[in-house]
């Protein structure tokens, strides 16, 4: 029983301490705000005295309107504050951005420089494009439509100037150009077929110089020229082309088959003849020695023999003849054949 008294006893000190220091707390605190209501109530009087006899003006302030106007002037200072280091900010991002717009608008004329070039070389390159066409008998593209404007022109950056449909001249030049190069595109590859189909053919016709590596001259013309024998004039039925020496390699002209590789004692020496498409047939003469045999097919290109002075001849040399059928032409007009067709025309 006595624990119980005892334990009753302090938990009544503790809500009486409790409660006494709870009230001791409020009194101070109400004596705090009283002295510091008493100290923002006082009053001072500020004595404005002129330097004449006009009336001296008394200007009554408590220290509560002092810190208001003491608090309002810090705020207002720390808004000017803030403001100019913002404004200061914002000055650095905008000479920022001046500086890359300007860099921009550089780009932009530069890149109007560039499509202003490019238009020039269409517009050289659409006439040129159209006469091969017409050459090759292929379709030509509609320059009307699809050849580009020299109008545009990427403007002032503040400056730019649209379509009505709301786009950039350049952006709608581009258009057309894009539009001009889709419909060149299939003539374009009917060209590259023409070519391949034309590089098939030349290799089936005498179109290319009889000496590997295409050295050597001419000492004899195709027509008439002086026998050197006999000294009477004569029709040369082919070409004598000559390096000055023996044993340099002579190549087929064309691709086709080897019909004759025999020894001419009339004049020719070693000679052999090859029998190509079209019509053509090939003899080269005065040869050294053979490296083909009859009834094989060759290539242009392919080495078949080697010049020398076999036959009616008086120095080293091939004698290279063109026939087509029974006639026989001149073989330099076909040597020239790829150099012609390489031309531009006039």
């Given at each position: ?74 705020a207002l200072l720390g808004t000017f ?149 006999t000294g009477q004039y004569y029709i ?111």
């Amino acid at each position: 029983m006595a624990s119980v008294h005892e334990y009753k006893r302090f938990e009544n000190n503790l809500v009486l301490k409790t409660k006494n220091g709870f009230l001791g707390f409020i009194k101070a605190l109400g004596a705090f705000l009283h002295i510091i209501g008493r100290t923002l109530t006082r009053r001072y009087t500020v004595v404005l005295v002129p330097h004449s006899e006009k009336k001296v003006y008394n200007l009554h302030v408590s220290v509560l309107s002092i810190c208001c106007f003491l608090l309002v002037f810090v705020a207002l200072l720390g808004t000017f504050v803030w403001y100019g280091a913002s404004h200061r900010t914002s000055q650095s991002n905008l000479a920022d951005k001046d500086s890359r717009l300007r860099d921009t608008q550089a780009s932009l004329d530069q890149i109007r420089d560039e499509v202003n070039q490019l238009f020039r070389e269409v517009r050289n390159f659409e006439p040129a494009l159209s006469l091969t066409l017409s050459a090759l008998g292929a379709d030509v593209p509609g320059s009307g439509k699809t050849s580009p404007s020299p109008v545009g022109d990427l403007s002032s950056f503040f400056d730019i100037k649209e379509s009505p449909a709301g786009t950039l001249q350049e952006v709608e030049d581009l258009r057309r150009l894009s539009m001009f190069l889709t419909s060149a595109t299939t003539p374009i590859k009917e060209i590259g077929t023409l070519l391949n189909s034309q590089g098939a053919l030349l290799t089936e016709i005498p179109s290319i110089w009889p000496i590997k590596g295409g050295i050597g001259h001419i000492s004899m013309s195709f027509g008439q020229n002086e026998n050197p024998f006999t000294g009477q004039y004569y029709i040369h039925k082919g070409i004598d082309i000559s390096t000055f020496r023996q044993g340099d390699p002579i190549v087929a002209t064309a691709d086709g088959q080897v019909v004759a590789v025999e020894y001419d004692f009339n004049g020719f020496g070693n000679n052999v003849i090859i029998r190509h498409k079209h019509g053509f047939y090939t003899r080269y003469g005065h040869m050294q020695s053979f490296r083909v045999h009859a009834g094989q097919r060759v290539q242009q290109g392919e080495t078949i023999g080697y010049i020398g002075n076999t036959g009616l001849s008086t120095g080293p040399h091939v004698h290279y003849e063109v026939h087509i059928g029974s006639d026989v032409v001149d073989p330099y007009k076909y040597i020239n054949i790829r150099s012609s067709i390489a031309k531009p025309a006039r």
